[in-house]
């Protein structure tokens, strides 16, 4: 087995891991590696053929396979060291990782270790659906590998389960297949398509018309033998049923993040986000180990995530020279009205990242929602916000972390009406 080292190891050359991999260059650090399970690198952007990327990091708005293809360029043009069709499949040591690819088994330690392994929509499997296992059941990522890179047919007729925002990006796949978006099912009372910029509004105007959005309901049921042929849908307010004839099914949206190598690595995780838990230098608690990226809490978007490739960079080059892995920290708890908090351990001002933000989403509508972190009796921060809606996130400031006791025990963050 071929055996290596390597001063920082990223694993995963979406956004994140590309952006943390081009800061290292340009802080001055020459020996590092980036490994990548597919054949090309550049992410979750590559499968999305449609605008609405780069506008925070690039300043202009591109399309997805733009996106990863100028994150791509950037990392070539630069010279980092990047393997595809590599993929890290455990640890063989604190900081030491082994992987797979067309050289074989190959073993890699290193000083410090990026997990950049980004998040994945939860298949119908694991939403617990009845039925048949037809053909034609997709989620919005394997749909858009589907149409656009094997060129195959989708159907005629399509149910959409989820009317979040990825939600639109399979009802612009589906449009680009020529095949119908019939209806948009989602359990919660409203949509959730907020924040979207006008141009996307505008275009997609035409598509949501012919798509009704079925709220309050759940696809209960996939009915067909070779092909799925229809759908049961679930009124959860009368728990009456009625049967939508299609012969697709995609479920979008609903992430987990790509945690399994961070898990079988020791790795603190956060019950909340289901991912690494991490301060706000995206340190986790085993120590040389850092992450970014979706892998931390689901989908952002791109630029999100190539945000925190910058900033992990800055908090690997300090760690390689300082060493500073044990730091204080205390949890921050979510209550029962929010998802996830992000990041998850409240740590000390920090010179680095001298205006964080820490992002946050809730399980339901809050209008208008006032979002409170305390520690014991001690208020530490109060915001209004007009609104907050599920399956979208938002972003406060982490100043109030200056207030924080470290030998006070959790922060317990909420949101209410
Ligand atoms: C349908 C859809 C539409 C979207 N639309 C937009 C949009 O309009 N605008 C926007 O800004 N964002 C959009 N996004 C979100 C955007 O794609 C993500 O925020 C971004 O890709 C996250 O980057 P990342 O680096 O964290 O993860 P990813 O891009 O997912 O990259 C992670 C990489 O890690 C690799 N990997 C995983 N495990 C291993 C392993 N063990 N070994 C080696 N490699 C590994 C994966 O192959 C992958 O390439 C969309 C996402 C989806 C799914």
Request: aromatic fraction near 6%; glycine fraction near 8%.
């Amino acid at each position: 087995m071929k055996q290596r080292k390597t001063e920082v190891l990223i694993v995963g050359a979406g956004p994140a891991g590309l952006a943390a991999a081009l800061e290292l260059k340009r802080l001055g650090l020459t020996d590092l590696l980036v490994l990548e399970r597919d054949p090309v690198a550049g992410g979750m952007p590559r499968f999305c053929h449609h605008t609405g990327f780069g506008i925070l990091d690039r300043h202009r708005l591109m399309t997805g396979p733009g996106y990863a293809a100028a994150w791509v360029a950037d990392a070539k043009r630069q010279q980092v060291e990047l393997l595809t069709q590599t993929t890290v499949i455990d640890w063989t040591g604190p900081l030491t990782c082994l992987a797979t690819g067309p050289e074989g088994l190959q073993e890699i330690e290193a000083r410090a270790v990026l997990l950049a392994t980004g998040c994945r929509e939860r298949p119908r499997a694991a939403r617990l659906v009845a039925g048949s296992r037809s053909q034609g059941i997709f989620t919005t990522g394997s749909l858009q590998d589907f149409v656009h890179h094997l060129n195959c047919r989708v159907g005629k007729r399509a149910v959409i389960v989820g009317a979040e925002k990825v939600s639109l990006s399979a009802l612009m796949t589906l449009a680009k297949a020529r095949c119908r978006a019939v209806a948009m099912v989602t359990s919660f009372p409203r949509h959730q398509f907020y924040g979207i910029y006008r141009p996307a509004k505008i275009a997609l105007a035409d598509l949501l018309h012919r798509a009704p959005v079925k709220v309050n309901s759940a696809v209960h049921q996939i009915l067909g033998h070779e092909r799925v042929e229809a759908v049961e849908i679930k009124n959860l307010l009368t728990g009456d049923c009625t049967s939508t004839p299609c012969d697709t099914v995609v479920f979008t949206g609903d992430w987990i993040p790509d945690y399994e190598l961070a898990r079988s690595g020791g790795v603190p995780m956060d019950a909340g986000t289901l991912g690494p838990a991490v301060d706000r230098r995206l340190r986790t608690r085993k120590a040389g180990v850092f992450a970014a990226g979706n892998l931390l809490r689901g989908a952002e978007t791109a630029d999100v995530a190539a945000k925190e490739g910058i900033l992990v960079a800055r908090s690997i080059q300090t760690f390689l020279n300082h060493h500073d892995a044990d730091f204080p920290c205390v949890p921050i708890v979510p209550d029962a009205a929010v998802r996830w908090v992000s990041p998850n351990l409240a740590s000390p001002e920090d010179a680095l990242m001298p205006c964080g933000k820490v992002r946050f989403s809730v399980k339901d509508f809050y209008r208008p929602a006032r979002v409170r972190i305390e520690q014991a009796d001690q208020v530490l921060f109060e915001q209004r916000l007009r609104a907050c809606v599920p399956n979208t996130s938002y972003a406060i400031s982490d100043h109030w972390m200056t207030k924080v006791n470290f030998a006070a025990g959790p922060v317990r963050f909420s949101v209410v009406q």
